[in-house]
């Protein structure tokens, strides 16, 4: 999605017919992100609402730093996030062990996977994973924008991202594929 | 430096977070050992296969620009309209704590002021009778 300044200048100024078309052209791509985080249309719906709101809110104060897309994937991305904090344990996947196994990709270490079976296998990771996932490897957020976002530190994030990389890959080719990693002693 | 040790740091081979000293101990078993040269490319193969999601459209239920778009609009309306004004919040909790007191008090006047016009009707009436007599 490219949106062009002069648009989003008008949105800025108040003109309600700007707001609209910039709402339209944006709100498929910001759909994605959203429904990739929370996991469904119903709770996607609702952060769609509520993004808006909060980018109308504070149009006046976007000054362009960064593109107009990119500083409503962050307003959507912090609305997202703000919404699972609340939903706590509500918002978490269905128990994969209640589901039906996903169809597993040939383990082909050259090409990647399908976007369908990449879709399913991020829906079934815990939240705390699939949301670090969405925002680094799929809408290319950095590892301090997220860490804002989530309130963690940069290192427990990358170690956080490590294990959901990890986890995505298991789900996707199964466990006897991948190198098992060293366990800690415990004593 | 065995695979169990290397598998860690493989998730992020394919990304930006390792350090350049990392990368070099960790490539240099990888460059020995199939099987970790393997999920090496796994990682990368998922790496690319995720990037390109975003460009992948989720189709939005129907009207939700719609619904947005007037839920914006019904809040430009609502900022726009004259504030009602406002009681203050101690003084609305002290008409709640005090409302039987504010409502016999009321009555009160409102008997006293009865009593007072039936008062002055009735000396109206002795006045104007003395007068014509």
Not at chain 1, 43 to 70: C, H, K, N, P
Not at chain 1, 106 to 111: F, G, R, T
Not at chain 2, 65 to 80: L, P, T, W
Request: charged share 30%; hydrophobic share 45%.
């Amino acid at each position: 999605m490219h949106i062009d300044a002069t648009l989003v200048e008008a949105a800025r100024r108040g003109d309600p017919e700007a707001f609209e078309s910039l709402l339209e052209r944006t709100h498929k791509a910001v759909y994605g992100l959203v429904y990739r985080l929370v996991g469904n249309h119903e709770d996607a719906a609702d952060v769609m609402q509520e993004t808006y709101l909060r980018i109308w809110r504070s149009l006046r104060s976007y000054r362009g730093e960064a593109a107009f897309e990119t500083w409503a994937y962050r307003i959507a991305a912090n609305a997202a996030m703000t919404y699972l904090k609340r939903r706590g344990r509500e918002a978490e996947p269905v128990d994969p062990a209640t589901l039906a196994p996903l169809e597993r990709a040939e383990p082909s270490p050259d090409e990647p996977p399908d976007a369908g079976a990449l879709e399913e296998a991020l829906a079934r990771l815990p939240v705390a994973m699939r949301t670090v996932l969405v925002m680094k490897d799929v809408y290319g957020f950095s590892l301090a924008e997220i860490a804002k976002q989530v309130g963690a530190t940069e290192g427990a994030l990358k170690v956080r991202v490590f294990r959901a990389r990890r986890r995505l890959a298991e789900e996707l080719y199964g466990n006897d594929v991948i190198v098992p990693m060293r366990r800690k002693k415990t004593s | 430096m065995n695979c169990e040790q290397v598998a860690q740091y493989l998730p992020g081979l394919a990304g930006d977070e390792l350090g350049a000293e990392t990368i070099r101990w960790v490539q240099t078993h990888v460059a020995d050992c199939p099987s970790c040269r393997a999920e090496s490319a796994r990682y990368r193969s998922l790496a690319s296969g995720l990037s390109s999601l975003s460009a992948v459209e989720i189709e939005p239920p129907a009207l939700l620009a719609e619904a947005i778009a007037e839920r914006v609009r019904n809040e430009r309306r609502r900022r726009f309209l004259p504030v009602p004004p406002v009681v203050s919040p101690e003084i609305a909790r002290a008409v709640a704590d005090n409302r039987d007191a504010i409502v016999s008090a009321g009555a009160t006047l409102i008997a006293a002021g009865a009593a007072f016009a039936l008062w002055r009707a009735a000396r109206n009436r002795r006045t104007t009778r003395i007068a014509s007599a």
